[in-house]
């Protein structure tokens, strides 16, 4: 059974940073590749970074040249580096393993592929 935890949400104030971890068990974690994701209150949960078994990267226009995903294979765990934070950032983060990266880009496959974290608040003030 796949397990997949997030950690490192918190309230900092605007330009502040976080750094968020996912970490996953139960899957052959280097061979898959893994999207970080995020949802505000009344809207849809959005891509914010994705990240292949390769280590090619994509990112949410909203968060180029602020946010940077990255994966240690030996930890099992998935990071992302979020600077420059913006109150617009506030959002639920998720994180998502087994999609299919392709096009360039972290595709969710739909529920029965994949497995999601319970997510972490991240809030940022003005």
């Known amino acids: 059974q796949v397990h997949v935890v997030e950690s490192g949400g918190g309230s900092v104030q605007a330009g502040g940073s976080l750094r968020l971890s996912c970490a996953a068990s139960g899957i052959t974690f280097s061979a898959n590749a893994i999207g970080w994701y995020r949802q505000a209150p009344g809207k849809q949960r959005e891509l914010v970074a994705g990240?292949?078994?390769?280590?090619?990267?994509n990112y949410a226009d909203s968060v180029k040249g602020r946010f940077s995903i990255s994966r240690d294979n030996a930890k099992n765990t998935v990071y992302l580096q979020m600077n420059s934070l913006k109150p617009e950032d506030t959002a639920v983060y998720y994180c998502h393993i087994g999609g299919a990266y392709y096009s360039g880009s972290y595709n969710y496959r739909g529920s029965d592929f994949g497995s999601w974290g319970q997510g972490t608040q991240v809030t940022v003030s003005s």
């Open positions: 990240i292949n078994s390769g280590g090619h990267t």
